[in-house]
């Protein structure tokens, strides 16, 4: 089930950003984030938003490509509360944090409004299905004009073709990316310039709103423990991600406070 949130798109100013250990996140609120989007589709050039967190950061301060790849992003947006506290403690005390479920959401609402055509790209042929009948019940008129689950393997480049081509003859203007941190975010960057639509990554999204996942308590996300009923939920899955990256995540960012230079 969905909640019943409704969000208000109004042009923001142009967004400041910071850099978190080696990645630029930018300072923006939710309503920012929705207007910095509808000013990028109101042309047909490609560009990509990435939703951050400490996951990302920390694929980011290992792999310098990887580190490439998200700080040419047009949008990187503070979706974990640990990165909203960093931007706090490097000096921003505006920073928000804009989660790619609320992001989602409020995107759908301004496309259905607006009549601009979205789609969506990754997870499963069911989940898409349960995902588009979710958001065209919460938001009568919206247009999913693309909605494609690529095959798990490496796709051939045949296959790549076609897909660039459909999303392209579809007329999508904003286009969810839901392949999983990093992967969806070089798919972004590897597709910039062949696509004329602004694709984000929003990863989990798609399974909290089509309800496959639960959202963690409110009280929860507001102290940034978010990450650890999502490990509850998934140990399986994510505990060696949450071992590996978190506390290093702590330590470089505690050295950058400090004013000392660290490397990947």
Partial sequence: MLNQDTFEVEAGPP????????????????????????DFISSSNGR?????????????FDDSHF???????DLTIPDGMPLTWAQKL?????????????????????????NIPVGFFGATPELLRTLGSALCDKYPGLNIAYSVSPPFRKITAEEDQQHTADINASG?????????????????????????????????????????KKKAPLWLQKIGLEWLFRLATEPKRLWKRYLKHNPRF???????????????
């Avoid at 490097?90 to 607006?114: F, I, S």
């Avoid at 590897?190 to 496959?212: K, Q, S």
């Avoid at 330590?251 to 000392?260: E, R, T």
């Fill in 172 to 212: 999508v203007k904003i286009l969810f990316v839901g392949l999983g941190c990093p992967k969806q975010e070089w798919w972004m960057a590897e597709h910039r310039e062949a696509l004329h639509c602004t694709m984000l990554g929003v990863g989990a999204a798609f399974d909290f709103i089509a309800g496959n």
């Fill in 48 to 60: 990509y938003v990435c939703v951050s967190n400490v996951h990302m950061c920390m694929e980011a």
């Fill in 15 to 38: 967004q400041k950003s910071t850099n978190i250990l080696n990645m630029r996140t930018h300072i923006l609120s939710l309503d920012d984030s929705a207007s910095r989007v509808k």
């Fill in 90 to 114: 490097l000096g921003h005390k505006e920073a928000k944090q804009v989660r790619g479920y609320d992001l989602t959401l409020a995107l759908c609402q301004m496309a259905a409004k607006e």
């Fill in 67 to 73: 580190r490439e790849i998200v700080n040419s992003a």
């Fill in 250 to 264: 702590i330590y470089y960012l505690i050295l950058q406070l400090l004013g000392k230079k660290h490397a990947p």
